[in-house]
């Protein structure tokens, strides 16, 4: 049976645990399998104890083949095994740790089977998180290590990009604040596979491979943010640092830093050697000669399509993220930050498509208020108020197709829009959120809510009630109603303005979508 939010979301809190101490986590991804063990202060910095890190052939069996083979469950078995003999001396055991897979593994058509024979056979609980969650993770690492220098993202715009051996996975920011995130897929195992089976030069091929797809990728990040006006590239990833350990003079404590033509050169330089040269001259092996030659490929490539003059290369992986995920609980700052870039990535995307936001931003702040009021009655957390939040950003969203019908379009858009720091059940929930900000309450034949597992269909019924009333309160777009409160009877919700004008239209409103409020709570809303 399959999990559902709620469970995920216990599971989450157990496993992000706010105490300090000695912690570990395991990155199952294309390439390997690595493990980190840190130990944790009061205040969430941490101290690398131990790294490890094994060759893995999952990528290369699922994008190949589609799955993982018999061989590739046996050999990852083995690593996880020695894995545990390296924790046992840390007194940590397989049940204490997180285990996150990555692209190969939400690719595998049998990834089931395999995260159960891991549990049965290793102890270890294999989470896969999807591409948003990845990046997310990767944010908080790259904020950690560059927290000494918050010049380089807060006055600059910056893409933040890492190669991966499935996926490619970047974001953009505009003076620190997150305008978009994406995940392509382009990886220097998909690009190794397709080299295999062409007959031309691996050179030639991949820019030939490349060029369209890095083309058309950039076509769409200048959608959210012009890429000549980027000034900073933060490149992740172990082809990242060894150009950083081959090149930069200037070595931080958690980063390097290094300069365009300087990058350019030195991708260019490693892409005309033969492998053999590269082993021989850099001591790396053969897989590490691939990937590396690859991965500098993509990166001198996007790059020259920016603006960017400085290269910063951090010392962190998504492994610290997963670590710095499990403290993030201690400090209320980094919580709120995080929500500020969830919140500007879906301000990003409602611009993208002309959305009415003076509405959307009163909406919001009506939404948030009455979610606030009614906190015994939904039982609701802090992230169900940010998925309202965002729900409340871009209920309208769906205008910029076609007015009529547009809470349909606007799920539509949500449901197929990346929104950092949101995983695909988030976005499921918020997407029937925005369907059911007007019009009808969901019906049996309504597939994409009844698709949703309970927990998610109640959390999806609480938001919209008060999205439609939030809605109904702003009905002529003016942002009329500014001061409110509120008061519960037996049997009503009473909202209460300030204001001195005649809101007949906005009570007209509430009337009519006002029934799906009373649904759920019980209570009538009313504004006086």
């Not at 790294?51 to 018999?70: E, H, L």
């Not at 060894?242 to 980063?255: D, H």
């Not at 900000?437 to 999806?460: C, D, G, M, Y």
Request: aromatic share 6%.
């Amino acid at each position: 049976m399959s999990e559902t939010p709620s469970q995920k979301s216990l599971e989450l809190k157990e496993n992000y645990v706010n105490s300090p101490g000695i912690h570990a986590a395991i990155e199952m991804g294309s390439t390997g399998i690595r493990l980190i063990i840190a130990e944790i202060d009061s205040k969430g910095d941490l101290k690398i104890l131990d790294r490890a890190s094994k060759q893995s052939r999952i990528g290369r069996d699922v994008f190949t083949m589609g799955s993982i083979s018999r061989d590739g469950m046996r050999e990852t078995i083995a690593i996880l095994d020695s894995f545990s003999e390296l924790l046992a001396g840390y007194d940590l055991h397989p049940s204490d740790i997180q285990v996150m897979g990555t692209s190969a593994l939400r690719e595998a058509s049998n990834r089931d089977t395999f995260m159960d024979r891991i549990s049965l056979q290793t102890g270890f609980r294999v989470r896969i998180i999807e591409d948003i969650e990845e990046n997310h993770l990767m944010y908080l690492a790259v904020k950690k290590a560059l927290e000494d220098e918050r010049s380089y993202l807060s006055r600059s715009n910056a893409m933040i990009l890492e190669v991966g051996g499935g996926t490619t996975e970047l974001m953009i920011l505009r003076k620190g604040q997150m305008v978009s995130s994406h995940s392509l897929s382009i990886g220097t195992l998909r690009i190794d596979e397709q080299i295999r089976e062409s007959a031309q030069q691996p050179r030639q091929f991949i820019e030939m491979y490349l060029e369209s797809n890095i083309r058309t990728a950039c076509d769409i990040l200048a959608e959210d943010l012009q890429l000549d006006s980027l000034r900073i590239f933060v490149l992740i990833g172990a082809d990242a640092r060894f150009a950083a350990n081959c090149l930069s003079e200037k070595v931080f404590g958690n980063y390097a830093v290094l300069d365009r033509k300087q990058f350019i050169e030195f991708a260019d330089y490693v892409a005309n050697m033969s492998t053999e040269e590269c082993m021989a001259q850099y001591h790396l092996s053969w897989n590490e000669v691939e990937n590396y030659t690859a991965g500098l490929t993509i990166e001198r490539m996007f790059l020259e399509r920016t603006g960017a003059d400085t290269i910063i290369v951090p010392n962190i992986s998504i492994r610290e993220g997963i670590l710095l995920a499990q403290v993030q609980g201690m400090n209320k700052k980094i919580e709120e930050e995080l929500r500020r870039q969830v919140v500007a990535s879906a301000r990003a995307l409602g611009k993208r498509f002309h959305y009415d936001e003076a509405h959307a931003a009163h909406v919001r702040n009506i939404s948030l208020k009455i979610f606030d009021a009614l906190k015994k009655e939904h039982g609701l957390g802090i992230h169900e108020r940010m998925l309202l939040e965002i729900s409340a950003i871009l209920h309208d969203i769906g205008t910029y197709l076609r007015t009529s019908g547009h809470h349909k379009h606007s799920e539509y858009i949500v449901a197929n829009s990346e929104i950092f720091g949101l995983n695909m059940d988030d976005i499921n929930i918020v997407s029937n959120v925005v369907r059911y900000h007007r019009k009808s309450q969901p019906l049996s034949t309504h597939v994409n809510f009844i698709a949703l597992p309970r927990e998610s269909r109640i959390i999806v019924l609480k938001l919209a009630a008060i999205l439609r009333v939030a809605d109904a309160l702003d009905r002529s777009h003016l942002g009329r109603i500014k001061e409110l409160s509120f008061e519960r009877t037996e049997d009503r919700f009473i909202i209460r303005t300030s204001e001195s004008l005649d809101f007949s239209l906005e009570k007209l409103s509430l009337a009519e979508k006002g029934d799906m409020f009373e649904d759920v709570f019980g209570l009538i809303p009313v504004l006086i």
